[in-house]
């Protein structure tokens, strides 16, 4: 389903669905190169793309009822996409009642449209409809733009836990927004 955006018509917001598995992984192997690749070991990144963002992976999140994946379209092109999580889809158990945001990226040619902004609004507002009153995120201790973006919309750091990328131990700080 689309959803137009109401400030301009070339915006939308589509629920994914099985038929998207290759736009899905293309966009989720691009995105996450085109923000980590630099920073890490190739072949970890390789590890890490051919596991989290397989076909079979991505089939099984999109076949979830507690979870939702949407691409973000600008001019009919896939510009982000937004994943969020609830109840057993969540990828901790330390907020059992919350809302996950387990992805949110948007490509770098589109990133100075606001659309983060954007799919932080439609969290909020997938978080009220399912009666949530918190959501949560893990965010990599070293990238200081998306820990920007989440304390301007008022999340607050809470934990940390470790986030694999191949062989590669990394800490993502654990992040919280009351509603």
Sequence with gaps: MAINDVNDPHLQLVTTDPQD???LQAI???TFTETFGDDNDPADLEQFLAEAYSIQQLTHELESATSQTYFYNVNGQTAGY???NW????TENNYPAAMEIQRIYVLKR?????????????VLSVAKDLGKDEVWLGVW??????????HHYGFERVGQHTFTVGED???????LKKL
């Design 141 to 150: 201790e070293h990238n200081d733009n998306a820990q920007g973006f989440y």
């Design 110 to 122: 589109f990133q100075k449209l606001h659309i983060g902004g954007r799919l932080m609004k439609k």
């Design 169 to 175: 131990q990394q800490t993502d700080y654990l992040l």
């Design 87 to 90: 109840a057993d889809a969540q």
């Design 82 to 84: 937004l994943k969020v």
């Design 21 to 23: 598995l290759d736009r």
């Design 28 to 30: 989720c192997r691009t």
